[in-house]
């Protein structure tokens, strides 16, 4: 090697010799009481750190729950956590409202998702539903139910039945006067009624015969002082206006409008003796209920 070469490795030498020896010398120092302190002090931390870390984790403190009156119906979220109800109950009855519903007693607040015995216990007392939200039915009184024997004596389910010997007036009897009537129950009352406004009214009483199948036994009970007869006017009604009344058949009703085009007025029935549908048993039959 040259002589230039040879000073410059030595010098090398030299410098990474110095500094192997300044490194030994600082890492066998002794530690200041000022870094010993910062050093002990992080390890301390570090340790309550990891200690106290788990314990605050499960050791979160409970909310304490409020008891005040409150209307699951109107009230509002921040009233609703103050009763201890988590925020997802919360969002559970402003959903249960929204879609229509009412709690309309305090049994209906029991059905809330995720409420316990307990908790339902506690908060009963406090549940005040307001009256506005009652159903409207219960706005009207109910009348008192009668008892079996006030029924009996007020509101007797079947009607006392006539003795032997008493009589109704058929042309004033109305359907209840009429179950009165041995052997006539509601069927047969209304059938009478129902008869008797067709003729337009009775004007005997054997005409409950013309009653299909009417129970024959229970005519000794009726009896007629004042008969009201609503009369046609055999001059004046169409042919299917004659024709709604008994006694008067298609045939006939027909008859009646033809002679009436053909000879004019009728002022008597006998007039109409000579039509094959008008023999003197149907022209007295039909007497009663015809003016002219």
Do not use: C
């Not at 005040?128 to 009207?140: C, G, M, T, V």
């Not at 008969?227 to 004659?242: F, G």
């Amino acid at each position: 090697m040259q002589k230039s070469d040879r000073k410059v490795l030595l010098l090398l030498l030299s410098v990474a010799a110095i500094a192997l020896v300044v490194v030994f010398l600082v890492d066998s120092a002794p530690m200041s009481s000022e870094e010993t302190t910062t050093d002990s002090t992080v390890v301390v931390r570090q340790e309550v750190s990891l200690k106290s870390e788990p314990t605050q984790y499960y050791n979160v403190g409970e909310k304490k729950s409020e008891r005040f009156a409150f209307d699951p119906n109107t009230a509002d979220s921040t009233q609703l956590l103050r009763l201890g109800l988590q925020p997802w109950q919360v969002r559970n009855i402003y959903k249960y409202r929204a879609a229509g519903g009412i709690y309309r007693k305090k049994e209906d607040f029991a059905r809330l998702y995720g409420l316990t015995a307990k908790q339902y216990r506690e908060l009963e007392p406090y549940i005040h539903i307001s009256s506005d939200y009652r159903p409207a039915s219960e706005l009207f009184e109910k009348p008192a139910r009668q008892t079996p024997v006030e029924d009996s004596v007020q509101t007797p389910r079947y009607p006392v039945k006539l003795k032997e010997g008493e009589t109704i007036d058929l042309s004033v009897a109305d359907t209840t006067l009429l179950r009165r009537v041995p052997g006539i129950g509601s069927y047969y009352a209304r059938r009478i009624r129902d008869y008797g406004e067709r003729l337009g009214g009775y004007v005997n009483t054997e005409q409950l015969r013309e009653i299909e199948d009417f129970p024959v036994e229970a005519l000794g009970y009726f009896t007629l002082s004042n008969p009201s007869i609503k009369k046609l006017n055999v001059n004046q009604l169409s042919q299917s206006e004659l024709r709604r009344h008994p006694y008067i058949s298609y045939s006939q009703a027909r008859a009646i409008v033809d002679y009436r085009r053909k000879h004019g007025r009728i002022d008597n029935l006998d007039q109409l003796r000579l039509l094959p549908d008008f023999t003197a048993e149907k022209i007295g039959r039909l007497r009663p209920y015809v003016t002219y």
